[in-house]
């Protein structure tokens, strides 16, 4: 909902979300339930918001706003026991030296931002925000011989500095950003014996994020345009001094646009840096990802005023290529290491 008090407008709401996870390890030979891999694993959120955006005069703008979850999560079967005789609250116990609890939280989170506008061209701003991350029901209550979720765990919460500057000048638009965000309890998927079993677990740890992201666009002629954006991330474990994995490598990309009244062609390369900083005793780094350049096609052609058709081929050389950030490999069971897999080779495409 949006209301107007004088120069000031007002965002605010509710949101609720209830999520439940539950999943059976089965031995299908023997016909048999193995254990609860999520058992019973719930997670009620209920948050409200306000935002405000005030106009302090012609140059000077700045926005302001809270929210507040109240956060329940429950693990309803953790002492249920199947055919492996192995109730999850034992693992939780065994890894942790404590079991499922009913947890209840109460997250706060704010934001304030100022805007400024030195000229017609230029604008600067700065920005402070606290967001808060509740735990998913895997970092909380998964329950596997070699992957078991952390019943305790903390919330993650984010606290973070922006500062940035936009400008246009002629045909000329650019943008930069910087930020630091200093993360307390950082929840951290990693890796430890624990008796024969070597156990992927969560813990909390402090972290610092850093980053830069720079844009740009130049009008070449009246149907020409050349843009790019790189951005660069650096995220470190404070706690034992050490890189975070799946941290993305520097990356961005440059492309070169015609639009006319009837056709429109482009021509993009995405590109990325080697990724050598990488976290060796988590599992989640597929090791270090060499750096790529990849050339995009695409066009254009308006049939009508309201059809038209759509046409390009990425991976124009068919390079083989893999992005440093990937999602985990999913077997639970025999290999929960993350594995590398390349992206799609030289592929046509079109849309009507």
Do not use: C
């Amino acid at each position: 909902m949006k209301s107007t008090v004088g120069n000031t407008e007002i965002t605010y709401g509710v949101n609720v979300q209830n999520r439940e996870r539950n999943a059976t390890m089965k031995n299908v030979t023997a016909g048999q339930d193995r254990f609860l891999l999520w058992p019973d694993a719930k997670t009620d959120q209920v948050g409200i918001f306000a935002e405000a955006e005030s106009k302090l005069s012609d140059t000077d703008k700045l926005k302001y706003g809270v929210r507040v979850d109240e956060v329940n999560a429950s693990a309803s079967k953790a002492n249920a026991v199947l055919a492996d005789g192995v109730a999850a609250n034992t693992r939780y116990t065994t890894v942790y030296g404590y079991g499922a609890t009913d947890k209840r939280e109460a997250n706060v989170g704010g934001l304030l931002r100022y805007e400024k506008s030195l000229n017609q061209d230029t604008t600067l701003f700065t920005g402070l925000s606290r967001s808060v991350r509740t735990a998913d029901e895997t970092e909380r209550y998964i329950n596997n011989t070699n992957w078991t979720g952390n019943p305790n765990i903390k919330p993650e919460k984010h606290n973070q500095l922006d500062l940035g500057i936009s400008q246009q000048r002629g045909k000329v638009k650019w943008t930069g950003t910087v930020f630091a965000d200093k993360v307390d309890d950082f929840i951290l998927r990693d890796q430890k014996m624990v008796g024969a079993n070597n156990t992927t677990y969560y813990r909390n740890v402090d972290a610092d994020i850093t980053g830069i992201e720079l844009g740009a666009s130049a009008k070449l002629t009246d149907k020409v345009t050349l843009s790019g954006d790189i951005a660069h991330v650096r995220r470190t474990n404070t706690t034992d001094n050490r890189a975070i994995s799946q941290t993305p490598a520097d990356n961005g990309k440059v492309q070169l646009d015609y639009n006319g009244a009837k056709w429109g062609s482009g021509a993009r390369v995405r590109f990325a840096s080697n990724q050598d900083r990488i976290d060796t005793l988590s599992g989640l780094d597929a090791g270090k990802t060499p750096g790529y350049g990849v050339l995009d096609a695409y066009g254009r052609y308006s049939i009508s005023k309201n059809t038209k058709v759509r046409f390009g081929v990425d991976n124009v050389f068919d390079k083989t290529y893999a992005e440093h950030v990937s999602r985990r490999n999913a077997d639970l069971v025999a290999n929960p290491q993350a594995l590398r897999v390349n992206e799609a080779g030289r592929t046509t495409w079109l849309k009507l």
